[in-house]
Structures are given as C-alpha cells and as structure tokens.
C-alpha cells in the first residue's frame, strides 16, 4: 500500500510515500507512512504519523490484483480519512470515502437520500473481527472492524460497551462478553444462538438497558429497575424473553419461541445474562 501526500497550502498532490503501517488504539486511527526514498525501518526516524485533524492530507493507495493474477483486471482505490468535527469523545468519527481511481468517490457509510453532511460516520474498533451475519465477536490481533455511526457496533462504543478496559485499552473478556450481548439486544436478535438470525426490531426503535456492573452509559446494575423487562442477553441472543414486554409487539415470533424461556420474577442476572433490555418509557410531564 502506497499513499499521497497532499500539499495544504495548494490543495494540489503532494509526494508519494510508503505505508509502513496503519493502527487503531481505542477508535481512534492512525497511519504511519514514511518517504519513498527510505527503505521504511528505521522507526525511530523514517517513521512519521498522521491522526486526527491531520488524516485528510493523506490519500491512501491500493491495489488489487486480478483473480487470476493478470494485470489486465486489476484495480486501484484510492481512500481518504477525514475526522468529523464535533463527534462523540466516547467514539471517534470519521468520513471515509473511497473510489477507483479516476472514478466518483463514494462514502462507506452510504445511507440512501441522505445529504452529505446528514450520513453516518465510520469508526474503527481494532483487533476484533465480527461476523457480519450473526454478530458474532472473535479476537483477532490483525484485523481492524469498520462500523458506520447507526449500527448496532458504533451504537455500542457509544452506549459505553467497549471490549477494552478503558484505562489502559486492554481487551477484557468480561467487557467483551457485555460488547457482545449489546450487538444482539440492539438488533432485537432473540434466537441467534439458536440458528434463528432475524432481527425483530425495526430501525429507530429506543429501548432502556442495564447491565450487572454498571458499565454501560446512564446503566447501573438493578434489573429490577426496568419495569417492563424485555430480555437478559448474551453474545448468543436472548438468554430469556418476556414476548408481553417485546419493543415492536407487532413483529410475529416463531413458534415456541426457539425454546427460550420467559425470566425470572422477580428478575435475575444469570451466569451469562448480563445486560437486560425494556421497553422504553418517556420520563413523565
């Protein structure tokens, strides 16, 4: 991978450099790049870095061979990474665009009939991959996830389920383990443990939440606080289900309920229930 520079006082192209690695410590991004004309190892002088408010001078450059491993079909893009002002400090956001080069560019986080200004942003979540079908959440020191601003990943960070220990970044299990239970309460998937990957909740749908040690944003560890307690989660979807208390009753359920049981009354956190939904209910006039 190759980047250019570009030149601020111009806003022309710059030089050409050498990528000689990008990283992402909590959500936030960083690309470490050196001049073509060093051999790029010599960290503690050839090595220079972009982040934050300076990442939009870089024009990242890669190319993708063919399948086959002919010239004739392969594919240069070209990706640019803008911070966005004004974004959560829990998560940083960024615009991030991509084209092949001499075409249109065009937002990784494409949400149709949205102006520009109005489109989510991305974040990075690094050294974790998650599986795009069921959400499911594997360590992976290598891999860096990509997450657009109203998804279920993004909503997470935000709602203060991070899978590191905030202090030092360290990945924690039990932080993880909560990370991995939000993916699932927020998109509704009940049975995902159970071969049944529906969501059942539709966009925009709020819903209140807690979690046994308080670790989520505005959380604390009563269960028994939320008075209309719809599910105990883990990573594997619901651990118990309370069908009255659904956030869109209108959404059938199959039959049986894939062998899920209703909770507990009063309601208690289980050895893998840790985070609890309700329905949302409006602070009183």
């Known amino acids: 991978m190759t980047g250019v520079l570009m030149d601020p006082q111009t806003s022309g192209t710059g030089g050409a450099v050498r990528i000689h690695s990008i990283q992402a410590e909590g959500t936030r991004f960083t690309v470490n790049y050196c001049p073509m ?14 982040r934050e408010e300076n990442l939009h001078l870089l024009r990242l450059r890669v190319s993708l061979p063919a399948d086959d491993g002919g010239p004739e079909r392969a594919a240069t893009f070209e990706v640019t990474v803008t911070p966005r002002l004004g974004a959560s400090t829990r998560v940083r956001g960024y615009d991030v665009r991509y084209r092949e080069v001499t075409g249109p560019w065009r937002p990784h986080c494409d949400l149709k009939g949205v102006i520009a200004s109005d489109r989510d942003a991305t974040s990075f979540l690094p050294r974790l991959r998650i599986n795009s079908v069921n959400a499911a959440v594997e360590s992976v020191p290598t891999w860096t996830t990509i997450g657009c601003g109203s998804g279920a990943i993004v909503t997470c960070l935000d709602w203060g389920y ?45 819903i209140n939440k807690r979690d046994q040690f308080g ?10 606080e939320l008075r ?49 939904t309700g329905t949302f ?5």
Not at 37 to 50: E, G, N, R, W
Not at 181 to 204: E, I, P
Not at 281 to 285: F, G, I, S
């Open 37 to 50: 004309s060093s051999d790029c190892i010599d960290t503690a002088t050839q090595v220079l870095q972009l």
């Open 162 to 206: 991070v899978p590191w220990n905030p202090d030092t970044g360290v990945y924690d299990p039990l932080r993880s383990h909560l990370f991995g239970s939000c993916l699932q309460a927020k998109r509704a998937a009940y049975f995902v443990g159970r071969g049944d990957l529906k969501s059942y909740t539709r966009n925009g749908t709020r």
């Open 215 to 224: 670790l989520g944003r505005n959380a604390n560890g009563q269960v028994e």
């Open 228 to 276: 209309t307690l719809e599910a105990l989660w883990s990573p594997q979807g619901a651990v118990c289900l309370n069908p009255e208390n659904r956030r869109v009753p209108d959404i059938a359920l199959p039959t049986g309920m894939r062998g899920v049981p209703p909770c507990a009354r009063p309601p208690r956190w289980t050895p893998t229930g840790k985070l609890a």
């Open 281 to 285: 209910t409006p602070a009183p006039d």
